[in-house]
């Protein structure tokens, strides 16, 4: 990849490491819902998943509706839809290589080609760049 496609023009880095899906008490608002709002108002924005976050981007990850004794709740959000509509409002969306290798995956089982890993060395030199980084 080369290194002047990253980071372009985007001012801010977002990174999420626990994209918690929400409660009951939270089930229409998460992180990553939260982000394309962010990205708008902050005059463009990246982000990048590490840690446990990389399973957002992973192809198949679905968020199911919960049996909370008897009662179905199918409301919460959808980790995946969110993330499809951060790369249509121009978000760059990144995923820590190493913790994607961790979990035995790779390029091949994310979500979207959009979705690009990085590597810690990669975004060490790619901080400096930004005007704001973050962690959401």
Do not use: N
């Not at 880095?13 to 229409?28: D, H, N, S, T, W």
């Not at 980790?79 to 249509?88: E, F, N, P, S, V």
């Not at 409002?89 to 979705?115: I, K, N, W």
């Not at 810690?120 to 959401?136: C, E, I, K, N």
């Amino acid at each position: 990849m080369p290194d002047q496609d990253i980071p372009g023009g985007a001012q801010v880095l977002g990174i999420v490491e626990r994209a918690y899906r929400g409660a009951v008490e939270k089930q229409f608002f998460d992180v990553l819902y939260m982000s394309v709002e962010l990205h708008r108002q902050l005059g463009g924005m990246d982000i990048l998943l590490r840690g446990p976050a990389v399973t957002c981007a992973l192809r198949g990850a679905e968020t199911g509706p919960l049996l909370l004794g008897g009662r179905l709740l199918d409301t919460l959000g959808d980790q995946g839809r969110d993330l499809r509509a951060l790369i249509d409002s121009g978000v760059r969306v990144f995923v820590q290589e190493e913790d994607l290798t961790d979990l035995g995956l790779g390029p091949a089982d994310l979500v979207d080609a959009a979705v690009r890993p990085v590597t810690s060395a990669q975004l060490a030199d790619w901080w400096p760049r930004y005007r704001m980084v973050g962690f959401l």
